[in-house]
């Protein structure tokens, strides 16, 4: 029987873990918490974090995994850092670690989009007291923690009454310096990338958007991304990006490899089980989405709704 080590057993994963037993994988499922609700659905449980890379090798040395067996998390971005690393050390095919690391710095991230020719809004890494200096050069902007997550270390400062206070320790979030980056008035799109196909949503607020079936890269920039994925090994992921589109231009402000939360209620709503077709991609290469064009485009997605 194949192992499938399982990080995250909160109530959001359990869908994802439901559907691994179904399939037969022999469940071998990590969390900080013992007491996490998806722990009595695994074969086996380990009380370990997704980000303690050792305790994660130790679980794998075992429970005797190997090349053959596979790694799977619906965790947050942050479990990419463990799953990624476990995987590399079990020689099991995974995303590289070192991607893993771009994704999440936004220092290393946004150097990668250019290089790609991918355009991302201006930005700079904020020098110490540099943010009035920096409202001058940009005007309206966005303060940002290398590895912040929104509402975490992503602060809105429009003049000197709206400056944030910084952390002065480090964390999960600011590891080593922020950014300020021109902010740029545009349409806004959660756009899921599987494979070439896009799976787009139009932002009217965070909590507000509605399928986007119009939405469309130019054959350059679909080119730039398609080599920028291979490139990090991300090709054969279901990859999300935040997009502003403002005056003819396509800008690339963050990358997502955690489930996509709008994709995956839009796809439910219609009938489809989400859970299932995205483990089956991630674990076994099985692309059985819908065609985008095949969707209905008349809902609204609000929160966790769907009408």
Not at 92 to 118: A, M, N, Q, V, W
Not at 134 to 146: H, N, P, R, W
Request: charged share 25%; net charge negative.
């Amino acid at each position: 029987m194949t192992k499938l080590l399982f990080l995250g057993c909160n109530t959001d994963q359990l869908p994802y873990l439901k559907v691994a037993k179904d399939k037969g994988y022999e469940v071998v499922a990590t969390d900080m918490n013992e007491e996490a609700p998806g722990a009595q659905l695994a074969d086996s449980f380990h009380k370990v974090g997704y980000e303690d890379e050792k305790g994660l090798t130790a679980v794998g040395s075992e429970e005797h995994f190997t090349a053959g067996d596979k790694v799977f998390t619906a965790a947050s971005q942050f479990a990419y850092l463990g799953a990624s690393s476990f995987a590399e050390h079990f020689s099991i095919p995974f995303i590289p670690h070192e991607s893993i690391l771009t994704c999440l710095d936004k220092t290393r991230l946004y150097p990668l989009f250019e290089r790609y020719g991918l355009a991302v809004p201006e930005w700079h890494i904020l020098e110490k007291n540099g943010i009035p200096a920096a409202l001058k050069e940009f005007g309206t902007m966005y303060v940002k923690s290398d590895f912040g997550k929104s509402p975490n270390y992503c602060f809105r400062v429009s003049d000197d009454a709206s400056l944030p206070a910084l952390p002065k320790e480090h964390d999960r979030y600011f590891r080593k310096s922020f950014i300020v980056q021109k902010e740029i008035k545009g349409a806004h799109y959660r756009v899921n990338w599987v494979r070439g196909a896009l799976y787009a949503f139009r932002k009217e607020t965070d909590e507000v958007s509605h399928p986007a079936p119009d939405f469309a890269l130019d054959n350059n920039t679909r080119a730039n991304l398609s080599r920028m994925l291979e490139g990090q090994g991300l090709a054969s992921h279901l990859v999300k990006f935040d997009i502003i589109v403002a005056d003819g231009t396509t800008y690339f402000l963050d990358i997502g490899l955690e489930p996509p939360m709008r994709l995956g209620l839009y796809l439910s709503h219609c009938g489809y089980d989400f859970p299932r077709l995205y483990l089956e991609h991630l674990v076994e290469g099985k692309i059985g989405y819908p065609n985008p064009k095949s969707l209905p485009t008349d809902l609204t997605i609000r929160g966790r709704a769907v009408s």
